[in-house]
């Protein structure tokens, strides 16, 4: 009796749960039921948004150096100018149209360093584009076409909507071979270190992308552009199912700022660095994994110390959006906008509790002053400027430095010779601190004969002695 009891129960649970839920599933997955089903096809959709990602071409003038300059017999004839050539390098990517008036998102890189840009469109038109607004940290450029017509335009999306997963299509001009579409998913969210700059949140997909698709879109089955398509992961130059996509929600900032007419793109200053979370810190923390941002340092007077936030402390999410690393952390305040206030969860060792920032641009005190060293001393050639947050920033350096710091070194110069970089903070010379560009230039009016400087390096203090 016990075993037709145990049978009906069974034969009843498949009935009510087991039956319906298959179903569903099956109902959700839509997979193909009929030979119509089984030939559904990208091409509608494909129809109706790839009139607006466009070809972007880039020339650029390069001169090219004799291979006789700097040599003494030959400049003894033909004088210190060498006869030199120049030559046209022109390079080839992908854009996005984004406004009807013919605004374009593409990649810094595929226009950087141009003196010439054409657009060419799907309908085979080309037109001439100027620069509105570029980053190359972020890797974003905005392109206006030099006419008065009305442009197919690709919407932007919400990228946060993005999961793994989800399908996608790549538009853009691979090898120069013409349109290309290529279909794919989602494959990993906020990925960081992928490329050289500050920028470390990427959406990968294993849609093929190759050189010529950067610039180009990556679009969701809506047909919304959900990413624009920057980088890949090979070892042999083409695609190997790894590519990465800028979201469009960094876009969409990116795009208000060249709108309004910005000439540089500004981010939020919060006056903190962080370092990602290791496994220790977060069994220390209590927690569940090592994700988050871990506070290593505070500025006074800053957004972050009027918080309360404190060294030690993980931010674990931004507005209620969880932060993976530093670099998402970064995207995160980005796209929260200036002007706007963020809520940050953060962890220590006692619980979470929540803080809110002001999200504003970083300040520029004390005044940079920049100045160029010259004169018969092994600092010649160095321009030097007073660091500030906002300098800082524009350096990618940490926030909490100051001083003195070198913001570019002159080719041959004597500087240049002795081994200089850009980033170096001068500390002191000769024992005495250089607190500002005024300071050290009025040092080096006096030539003691002998020069003794500590600089700052990556975090790491230099002496170096010249005569």
Do not use: C
């Not at 590519?243 to 469009?248: E, L, Q, T, V």
């Not at 960094?250 to 795009?255: G, I, N, S, T, W």
């Not at 970083?362 to 010649?380: C, Q, S, T, V, Y």
Request: proline share 5%.
């Amino acid at each position: 009796m016990l075993g037709s009891v145990k049978s009906i129960s069974a034969a009843l649970f498949a009935l009510l749960f087991l039956q319906p839920m298959a179903a569903y599933a099956q109902e959700q997955k839509a997979v193909p039921r009929s030979q119509a089903e089984v030939q559904l096809s990208f091409a509608p959709l494909v129809k109706q948004t790839a009139g607006a990602v466009v070809n972007v071409y880039a020339e650029r003038v390069v001169q090219r150096l004799s291979p006789f300059a700097g040599d003494p017999f030959f400049e003894q004839f033909f004088g210190q100018r060498m006869p030199n050539r120049t030559e046209k390098q022109s390079s080839l990517g992908s854009g996005v149209i984004v406004s009807a008036g013919g605004l374009i998102v593409t990649n810094n890189h595929v226009i950087e360093g141009a003196d010439d840009i054409k657009i060419a469109l799907a309908d085979g038109r080309e037109f001439a584009s100027e620069v509105l607004l570029k980053d190359e940290s972020l890797d974003l450029a905005v392109l206006k076409i030099a006419a008065s017509e009305n442009f197919p335009v690709l919407p932007i999306g919400d990228s946060d909507a993005v999961e793994v997963g989800d399908l996608v299509l790549a538009v853009g001009n691979p090898f120069g071979v013409g349109q290309t579409v290529t279909s794919g998913i989602v494959s990993g969210l906020a990925r960081n270190q992928v490329t050289p700059g500050d920028f470390g949140f990427f959406i990968q997909t294993d849609a093929s992308i190759n050189p010529g698709n950067s610039g180009g879109a990556l679009m969701n089955m809506n047909g919304e552009l959900i990413g624009i398509n920057t980088a890949i992961f090979s070892r042999g130059g083409g695609s190997n199912g790894i590519g990465f996509a800028i979201p469009a929600n960094l876009v969409k900032v990116f795009l208000a700022a060249a709108e309004k007419g910005d000439k540089t793109f500004e981010r939020p200053y919060i006056g903190a660095s962080f370092e990602p979370v290791t496994s220790d810190v977060a069994e220390a923390l209590g927690l569940k994994a090592a994700r988050g941002a871990l506070v290593v340092g505070v500025v006074d007077g800053g957004p972050a110390a009027a918080a309360g936030l404190e060294p030690g402390e993980v931010i674990v999410a931004v507005n209620g959006i969880e932060v993976e690393h530093p670099d998402a952390l970064g995207y995160r305040l980005t796209t929260a906008g200036l002007g706007h206030e963020a809520v940050l969860t953060v962890q220590q060792s006692e619980g979470t509790r929540q803080l809110t920032i002001a999200l504003d641009v970083a300040p520029e005190k004390p005044a940079r002053d920049e100045r160029l060293i010259e004169g018969r001393n092994p600092f010649a050639g160095l321009r030097v400027a007073n660091l500030s947050p906002r300098l800082a920033t524009e350096l990618r350096m940490p926030a909490d430095k100051a001083g003195v710091v070198v913001v570019d070194v002159s080719r041959g110069s004597p500087a240049g010779r002795l081994g200089f970089q850009p980033k170096d903070i001068v500390i002191s010379l000769n024992g005495i601190a250089v607190d500002s560009t005024k300071t050290m230039e009025a040092m080096l009016d006096d030539d003691p004969g002998f020069w003794r400087v500590e600089i700052e390096r990556d975090g790491q203090r230099i002496r170096q002695f010249f005569r």
